[in-house]
């Protein structure tokens, strides 16, 4: 009997049907459909699969073309170990039109193939592919933003973008400014025409979906995930922007200064983005988008700035500047929802979701009064913190003046009112004081280059000052300004060896509040 149902099961005609997989679906669709394809795919090399947080978060939102391209697998492959275990592949006309065999992909629109190989930017993104591979359409998206640099009209050049793509991927979007960047044009420039990029691209982004409305895939996360948080804090950022708007036309001044108050809840909105997400994706060799949002959102919070210091003159003419300031933020919000949050989703894993999750509350939230709660992430968070402790608890320091046990050590650096954070030789970001006492300390950030973790407009500096300190022109740098309305001081210092050799550096933040009121009391 056994053998009878295994023949019938893997036979031809109406079974065969009941067994055919159609990779438009999400991994999740097709395991709820076929659930022995679960097993199936762990045996082909997925073996994320089977564990029940990836298929409920990633397999929610990743197609098995995509997960093969990301892995660096070849499609036909994985078709014919499928094959091998009794399914078959849906061949419809579209899926015929637009599957890639080389990458492993199927997007909806034409490929296009070079001598060097394929041009599908999608699997260049997701597979770290060179300058040189990542030609064909990403290539044709790279002319588009060529021609409105070098100051052609903005509904020229979308009139001939709009006759040859009916929809953009946010990798090609990625892939299309990142080879801007390699191929020269500085970034501050690619940054100028950030809007203009969007308002190329806009309503052609992965379908129309409408701007307000987050990216489907994203929508289909669990509650507390960080993209969840996100887009919740858009929403209410999108409402905000309205309410502005409103007293704005109304010339409500009283409104539109609370407004401008609320409106600093931004930099806790950008903070997340900045330092959780972007910085990651410099780990995954993603670094076109991430360094020109990140300039786009320096230049916000500086305008936010200057526009609540001239409040008290009034708005008298100034209202198509906060009009346009208003449109900048929307901007980014569609920016943020329909290129920078999939890609994340293409290349984050489930162990770098949950790390961000810890991370989060570093930054507190924005725009809305609590965020959800992830029970994964709550589950992850108290193993980890339990293997932390264990770890600690034993651990013994030993130095040249006496010993110390970790956790006492911890506790000291702790109480100490001094962020302190070191950078090795090799400028690997490898230790800070937790938790920040005036800038948030994202674990996940361990383990990156330093440069990775700053704007660009403030890498050529730290390049410089890492260069002095190698070759002994200086050994500190100090700055002393106002941060967030408190004096603070950020001091650099070099570390060298017995034998002068450069170890790294040691970042020290202090904010002097407190010993200045000190000060004017005895005074």
């Known amino acids: 009997m056994t053998a009878m149902r295994n023949a019938f099961r893997f036979g031809t005609g109406e079974i065969d049907m009941k067994k055919e997989l159609d ?32 298929l409920n978060v990633m397999g929610r939102v990743m197609t098995v073309p995509k997960g093969v391209a990301i892995k660096g697998m070849k499609l036909e492959d994985v078709v ?37 190989g394929c041009g599908c930017t999608h699997a260049a993104a997701a597979t770290g592919a060179t300058d040189g591979e990542a030609t064909g359409r990403a290539a044709v ?9 070098a100051g052609e009209s903005l509904e020229t050049v979308r009139k ?29 420039e690619v940054q100028k025409l950030c809007d203009v990029h969007s308002a190329l691209f806009h309503g052609h982004i992965g379908g129309t979906t409408p701007a307000a409305d987050a990216a489907p895939e994203v929508q289909d996360l669990p509650d507390g995930h960080p993209l969840t948080v996100l887009n919740l804090e858009n929403k209410g950022l999108s409402e905000l922007l309205d309410r502005l708007s409103a007293a704005l036309e109304a010339s409500d001044m009283p409104g ?31 670094t076109g988008p991430s ?27 100034e209202e198509e500047r906060y009009s346009a300031f208003f449109q900048r933020i929307r901007d980014m919000i569609y920016k943020e929802e329909k290129i920078l949050f999939p890609l994340t989703l293409r290349f984050f894993s489930e162990e770098d979701w949950l790390m961000i999750y810890r991370d989060m509350p570093e930054f507190g939230v924005a725009f809305i009064k609590d965020a959800p709660k992830w029970a994964e992430g709550d589950a992850y968070v108290a193993k980890a913190e339990a293997k932390e402790r264990k770890m600690i608890a034993s651990g013994k320091v030993r130095l040249s003046t006496g010993e110390i046990g970790c956790k006492e050590l911890e506790a000291i650096l702790n109480l100490l009112p001094v962020d302190i954070t070191y950078i090795d030789k090799d400028e690997m970001l490898r230790f800070f004081s937790n938790p920040g ?30 260069a002095d300190f190698k070759a002994k022109k200086r050994d500190r740098m100090e700055i002393y300004r106002y941060i967030k309305g408190k004096p603070v001081g950020v001091r650099y210092l070099a570390i060298y060896d017995e034998n002068g050799e450069y170890t790294g550096a040691v970042e020290l933040v202090e904010d002097f509040s407190e010993a200045l009121a000190q000060f004017g009391e005895k005074k």
């Open 23 to 54: 990779f438009n679906k999400t991994v999740a669709e097709l395991v709820e459909e076929f659930p022995e394809f679960q097993q199936a795919m762990a045996e082909i090399g997925f073996k994320e699969i089977t564990n029940p947080m990836v």
């Open 80 to 116: 014919r170990e499928l094959e091998a275990r009794g399914f078959t592949i849906k061949q419809d006309e579209a899926a015929a039109a637009h599957a890639c065999g080389s990458c492993g992909t199927h997007e909806p629109h034409p490929h296009v193939h070079g001598e060097d």
């Open 141 to 149: 998206l790279k002319g588009f933003l060529e021609r409105l640099s």
């Open 160 to 188: 001939d973008f709009i006759k040859d793509f009916a929809s953009v991927s946010a990798e090609e979007i990625s892939a299309a400014e990142q080879q801007l960047i390699e191929g020269g044009t500085p970034i501050h």
């Open 256 to 286: 539109l200064s609370r407004g401008l108050g609320e409106l600093h809840a931004i930099y806790s909105h950008y903070g997340k983005k900045e330092s959780l997400l972007m910085t990651l994706l410099y780990r995954y060799g993603v």
């Open 291 to 317: 360094g020109v949002m990140w300039g786009v959102d320096d230049e916000i919070k500086a305008e936010l700035r200057a526009l609540m210091k001239s409040l008290g003159d009034g708005i008298g003419g």
């Open 437 to 466: 006492q005036v800038f948030a300390r994202p674990r996940i950030a361990l383990g990156s280059k330093v440069y990775n973790c700053h704007p660009a407009n403030i890498v050529p500096i730290i390049e410089q000052l890492v």
